[in-house]
């Protein structure tokens, strides 16, 4: 098959690389030109271990992520209440891992290249038109190609799921909002941090000298907040959280370091395609962060909606089987991570992150 991927994200590039490894040819697409991702980073569970290895770039990941076996829990005040171990999926491998968002999109984009992936960039598709045959792709440029499948890989936003689903779910704003930053790793974190609170804190280690901090804010008018002055903002956000905390977000100087960024919710639940275009990632199931796992997701979609493409005659059967591979775990990690937001800003019962992170594992762990 000649496939079309619309979108050089995380979940676009597994799909890249899942599918050049069963033989297809591969486009990706991405509007933005200069393909820029944030400069912070982003947690990886042992279920993402297990996806990479099965897509066969273990090593050159885990070559530029930072692993660890343990989560630690704290409640508001700073005491440590828990640490958890958590369940390695790949012998001799890590549990965990944290990584840069842009070593990351190195690790994908370099790999599906290496596999015979096209990547264009600075290039949206404008029309999709299908017929018995395949799909003709208009493009920004005035350019067209014929695909057999197209995949919408394209976010939160998605066009390609508002051209082909017009009337599914769309993103709802949940009345908080993550900032992150990056700072100075100190040597005994060797696990995630996780605060509970009104204000969410995690601090995960991304190299050997380097971790990031993510803060869930409550913000209920959803506000725009301006670059200048950003940091003494995200500074002011962290005033009533434990001590150890305060005392790191004295580091938070650079405005142009934050990352600020509302919190969207959103579970498609009837077809996740029409005809030869079928979506995947947040185009369909876009989580909010408590449980680390929006990225995951993408990356197992790929995976299984490859090996159902490769396992059945009919495009149709497949995609179908694709989603009813997918549909339950995904609508877990959106339900259980939107609970978790809920209860920090008081929109529903506080979720004890002990209990909310033993039962992910136990969930992410089984076979996809």
Known sequence: MHALVIGAGIGGLSAAIALCRHGHRV?????????????????????????????GVLDAFLDAACGFDAVEI???????????????LVEGRPSNVGIGRRALQAVLGDSAKALGAEIRLGLTAEALEQDRSGVTARFSDGSEDRYDIVIGADGVYSQTRRAILPDAETPEFTGQAVWRYNFPRPEELDALHVYNGPTGVGLVPISA????????????????????????????????????????????????????????????????????????????????????????????????????????????????????????????????????????????????????????????????
């Open 209 to 368: 000298d380097t971790m990031y901090m993510y803060a869930t804010t409550p913000e209920p008018d959803n506000p725009r907040y301006p670059l200048q002055g950003l940091a003494a903002t995200m500074r002011a956000k962290l005033s009533a959280t434990a001590p150890a905390i305060r005392e790191l977000a004295e580091q938070i100087t650079e405005d142009a370091d934050v990352v600020y960024r509302p919190l969207e919710g959103m579970m498609v639940h009837g077809p996740w395609h029409k005809g030869r275009v079928v979506l995947l990632g947040d185009a369909v199931h876009a989580t909010t962060p408590h449980l680390g796992q929006g990225a995951g997701m993408a990356i197992e979609d790929a995976l299984v909606l490859a090996e159902e493409l490769s396992s059945h005659a009919s495009r149709e059967a497949a995609f179908e089987a694709y989603r009813a591979r997918r549909y339950e775990r995904c609508r877990y990690i959106v339900e259980a991570s939107l609970a978790i937001c809920h209860g920090q800003i008081g929109r529903g019962p506080a979720v004890d992150n002990h209990k909310a992170t033993a039962e992910m594992f136990a969930v992410v762990s089984q076979p996809i």
């Open 27 to 55: 486009t990706v697409i991405e509007r933005d030109p200069t393909w820029s991702v944030y400069g912070v980073g982003i947690i990886q569970q042992s279920n993402v271990i297990r996806a990479m290895d099965q897509l």
């Open 74 to 88: 704290f409640v508001p005040d700073g005491t440590r209440v828990a640490r958890l171990p958590t369940p390695a």
